[in-house]
């Protein structure tokens, strides 16, 4: 398998992206494929190259949006805490959390286009992020606070997480999930905090508009 350098990852965004305001978080500017269906196709070349993922690093996802927009809205949730955004992807969660005042913070992602993904986006909005490309499940974490937006979309991938959330809770993070009504959302573990009507587009989601909901994770 060839290896994704960062220069060749970050040539690769700029070309395929452009500067975009994420419908329910203006404020934040993000590197985001403005013709999804494109990108998305056009990647699959480059990445199978890799061995890599889809490019859910060019999309600012429902659940994303509305974890970020839930977190400069109410920015005493981590303001002067540590931060793991978990599957950070484009980024965007993590950097609403610096705009609110957290520190440090720090994003996670297994997929390797997110950490030239993030750290073009942190760029564009003067704040510092650290990367992290290790998965984390099941490990110790330091953050005060883990951020975690629309990861509930996979059985298996729900099935690792929870427990460790779980375990994480019981240690006394704090943890924070945003979600569009995925399939396996563990609803009985969390508390709804805030619901917000978020602009989607079509070529990614079932509909034009996903209601989005901020949980926090009971311990």
Not at 26 to 33: G, S
Request: glycine share 8%; net charge negative.
């Amino acid at each position: 398998m060839t290896r994704l350098s960062p220069e060749r990852a970050e040539t690769f965004i700029r070309a395929n992206t452009a500067v975009l305001l994420p419908s329910h978080v203006p404020e934040i500017p993000l590197h985001l494929a403005d013709e999804a269906h494109e990108l998305w196709l056009k990647t699959q070349e480059e990445l199978d190259a890799f061995g890599l993922a889809p490019p859910f690093w060019a999309f600012a996802w429902a659940g994303g949006q509305a974890l970020a927009r839930h977190v400069l809205d109410e920015p005493g949730l981590v303001a002067g805490r540590s931060v793991l955004d978990f599957a950070s992807g484009s980024g965007l969660v993590a950097i609403a959390a610096a705009k609110s005042g957290a520190g440090p913070v720090r994003a996670a992602d297994i997929d390797p286009f997110c950490e030239a993904a993030i750290a073009l986006n942190a760029a564009l909005n003067g704040v510092t992020i650290a990367f992290e490309g290790a998965d984390l499940v099941g490990t110790p974490v330091a953050e005060e606070v883990v951020l975690a937006g629309d990861i509930f979309f996979d059985k298996a991938i729900a099935d690792a997480i929870t427990p460790w959330f779980d375990t994480l809770a019981r240690a006394g993070r704090t943890i924070l999930v945003g979600d569009p009504g995925r399939a396996y959302l563990p609803r009985h573990r969390l508390e709804r905090l805030s619901t917000f009507e978020v602009p989607v587009t079509r070529a990614l989601e079932d509909a034009e508009v996903k209601r989005a909901s901020v949980w926090r994770w009971l311990a």
